[in-house]
């Protein structure tokens, strides 16, 4: 096959640790679903932190997949 796709995914990890939000953008729905699902397996994180309070934080990401 020798395919190569990106998937770009934004995520925002919530005052608690969780994640929220997640919204992927790619050439390929079923990559987009499984890139989606496995950040959304992702375990509870650190929330940000300013001025001593918890806050939201947004990720952008790229994911690579080569389909071999």
């Not at 790619?26 to 509870?44: C, F, Q, S």
């Amino acid at each position: 096959m020798g395919i190569q796709v990106r998937v770009f995914v934004t995520f925002i990890i919530d005052k608690d640790g969780t994640i929220i939000g997640i919204r992927t953008r790619g050439t390929d729905k079923n990559l987009e679903k499984e890139t989606a699902r496995i950040i959304g397996r992702l375990p509870t994180m650190t929330p940000g932190n300013q001025l001593g309070r918890a806050v939201r934080v947004p990720f952008s990401y790229p994911i690579n997949f080569r389909l071999q």
